[in-house]
């Protein structure tokens, strides 16, 4: 019997990793679990666009995917910087208490 995994696996997993990551953006208020949700959403990308250069044999996906993690860790990073400084300030993480900040 063949148990080979396939492209379709590669693309269900994706799929499944994507939408769990769009579930957690939208129901939660924790800027922590966004950030967490953002990232879930992106390696669900890079897993598509590596199965998919695999599958091509084309090495322009997996390139792709060594900028999207460079973008993503800078992101991190300014994300949690951000996060800190807001922190300090509110003394919470809960995005509905950010919008305290703004002038009007």
């Known amino acids: 019997m063949d ?8 693309v269900v ?9 769009i ?5 939660r208020r924790n ?7 953002v990232e879930l959403m992106l ?10 250069s695999r599958y091509r044999a084309d090495m322009a996906g997996q390139a792709m995917v060594l900028f999207i ?6 992101e991190v990073a300014v994300g949690l910087a951000i996060l800190i400084s ?13 919008s305290l900040l703004s002038d009007n």
Do not use: Q
């Open 3 to 10: 148990m080979s995994v396939t492209i379709n696996h590669y």
């Open 13 to 21: 997993l994706s799929s499944i990793l994507f939408g769990l990551g």
């Open 23 to 27: 579930i957690g953006f939208v129901t």
């Open 31 to 37: 800027a922590i679990i966004l950030f967490m949700s």
């Open 43 to 52: 390696n669900s990308v890079n897993l598509m666009l590596v199965a998919f």
């Open 69 to 74: 993690y460079a973008v993503a860790a800078a």
């Open 86 to 98: 807001l922190f300090k300030h509110v003394r919470t993480v809960d995005i509905n208490s950010f």
